[in-house]
Nanobody, 124 residues
């Protein structure tokens, strides 16, 4: 099982992108899923998170511009990014701290999963 991000690309300043993070199995429930941003040469930083009950949290730098959401039926978490700035460029990673999924041997926990990331370039 794995997390797979998609939706990154090149966008002009002020533009929008929607990132997707899809779990390869069927999610029964999850604790917290989150998006993290890593700019070139810098540490990975938390951008936004969402709990299984729908509580969301955002870094100050993206409040009002980014929206995290979850579609349980699609086993996917999204990050809608608007009013993008050059400093938003980098690689975006999806993370799940703990989720319960269906397997052939019954429900199983997946703990501390990271995707490989999707690149975002903000440039004119």
């Amino acid at each position: 099982v794995q997390l797979v991000e998609s939706g990154g690309g090149l966008v002009q300043p002020g533009g929008s992108l929607r990132l997707s993070c899809t779990f390869s199995g069927r999610i029964i429930s999850f604790n917290t899923m989150s998006w993290h941003h890593q700019a070139p040469g810098k540490q990975r930083e938390l951008v936004a998170s969402i709990t299984g009950t729908g509580y969301t949290n955002y870094a100050d730098s993206v409040k009002g511009r980014f929206t995290i959401s979850a579609d349980n039926a699609q086993n996917t978490v999204y990050l809608q990014m608007s009013s993008l700035k050059p400093e938003d460029a980098g690689r975006y990673f999806c993370h799940s701290d703990r989720l319960l999924f269906e397997s052939t041997s019954g429900p199983r926990w997946a703990v501390d999963y990271w995707g490989e990331g999707t690149p975002v370039t903000v440039s004119s």
